[in-house]
Nanobody, 126 residues
Framework: VQLQASGGGLVQDGGSLRLSCAAS????????MSWFRQDSGKEREFVAG????????HYAASVKGRFTISRDNAKNTVYLQMNSLKPEDTAVYYC????????????????????WGQGTQVTVSS
């Protein structure tokens, strides 16, 4: 499985960006995808995740109400719409892919994912 992430960039405080992550290299009957972020010197932290069949979305408290995760099943692509961005959102954003339907608690840890994208830099200037 290959994951291709895109959409990062430089934006001012209060601005918006949309990240995309496309999965390829297989036929997936069920899977979850999540976005994590990592700033220099810090651990990779969960941002948002989406499970399929049945569908559910989940967010870190720090982004709830500002970020929206969604997916296009036909394209095996997940999106992260980020609004009202803050300087503290600055980080490299990674998409993770996990086969199957993981229990909710397993979404939070980066150790539970099977594949990762290459990361895309998001910088929010004050």
């Amino acid at each position: 499985v290959q994951l291709q992430a895109s959409g990062g960039g430089l934006v001012q405080d209060g601005g918006s960006l949309r990240l995309s992550c496309a999965a390829s290299g297989g036929t997936f009957s069920n899977y979850a995808m999540s976005w994590f972020r990592q700033d220099s010197g810090k651990e990779r932290e969960f941002v948002a995740g989406i499970r399929w069949r049945p569908s559910s979305t989940h967010y870190a408290a720090s982004v709830k109400g500002r970020f929206t995760i969604s997916r296009d099943n036909a394209k095996n692509t997940v999106y992260l719409q980020m609004n009202s961005l803050k300087p503290e959102d600055t980080a490299v954003y990674y998409c993770g892919f996990k086969l199957g339907y993981p229990v909710l608690s397993s979404l939070w840890s980066s150790m539970n994912y099977d594949y990762w994208g290459q990361g895309t830099q998001v910088t929010v200037s004050s």
